[in-house]
Nanobody, 131 residues
Framework: QVQLVESGGGLVQPGGSLKLSCAAS????????MGWYRQVPGKQRELVAT????????DYADSVKGRSTISRDYAEKAVHLQIDRLKPEDTGVYYC????????????????????????WGQGIQVTVSS
């Protein structure tokens, strides 16, 4: 079973910074990508930033581009998102996401290498940007 544990949310003043962290644990063979999504009431969950492990390709939403950095800690199976110059519109529930290959009992490494990745989500963490 795979779990994602998120940390770092809370109340932040406009113009401030915050760092969100998420660590994956459980029976994991490999991680394809990790990232963060945001959801506000009445709207669909939207991508904030994501990073693909193989090429370290990073994608950012236009709303945070230039003031955010996503990074990976491969040893800890973690992803971190730093957002600077926070705005009230950054407010929302932030969800950690990963696409990974879980370790299957009895499967060979080759079998794992050709398995499609599976999506997992964290429980969500509230970020409120307000004075």
């Amino acid at each position: 079973q795979v779990q994602l544990v998120e940390s770092g949310g809370g109340l932040v003043q406009p113009g401030g910074s915050l760092k969100l962290s998420c660590a994956a644990s459980g029976r994991i063979f490999s991680i394809n990508s990790m990232g963060w999504y945001r959801q506000v009431p009445g709207k669909q969950r939207e991508l904030v930033a994501t990073i693909e492990d193989r090429k370290e390709k990073r994608d950012y939403a236009d709303s945070v581009k230039g003031r955010s950095t996503i990074s990976r800690d491969y040893a800890e199976k973690a992803v971190h998102l730093q957002i600077d110059r926070l705005k009230p519109e950054d407010t929302g529930v932030y969800y950690c996401h990963t696409n990974l290959v879980p370790r299957r009992a009895g499967a060979t490494d080759y079998a794992h290498l050709i398995m499609p990745g599976e999506d997992y989500w964290g429980q969500g963490i509230q970020v409120t940007v307000s004075s």
